[in-house]
């Protein structure tokens, strides 16, 4: 599986619904546990002057996450609140609809 993490390594953060897909795939593949972090802990992780990160360091809240890459760097990322809702809501939906499929297949 190719997922590039250099631009997580320097920007700190997700800006779309598939990269939470892409980091849930990667992760997934490669057995990788993830753990909540607090935003103060994220923010300590960052440095500024060698990273791209300064938009996450100003911002608030969010979802921060924290996992050891396949590769053995740490990688911290912060994701909107909103991003994480949807992309729950997505799984969610496509649960439901693999289950009535699932129901169907049985049926005929």
Known sequence: MRFDLA???KSHRLNGLVEIEDLVAYCTHHNIQ???ISKQELDASIDPEITTAQCV???EGGVCIRFSAHTGEVITIRMSEYLVDLYR?????????????SKLLLLE
């Open 7 to 9: 631009p997580y390594l």
């Open 34 to 36: 993830v753990e909540y």
């Open 57 to 59: 360091l100003e911002s």
């Open 89 to 101: 809501s997505r799984a969610d939906e496509n649960q439901k609809m693999l289950a009535d499929h």
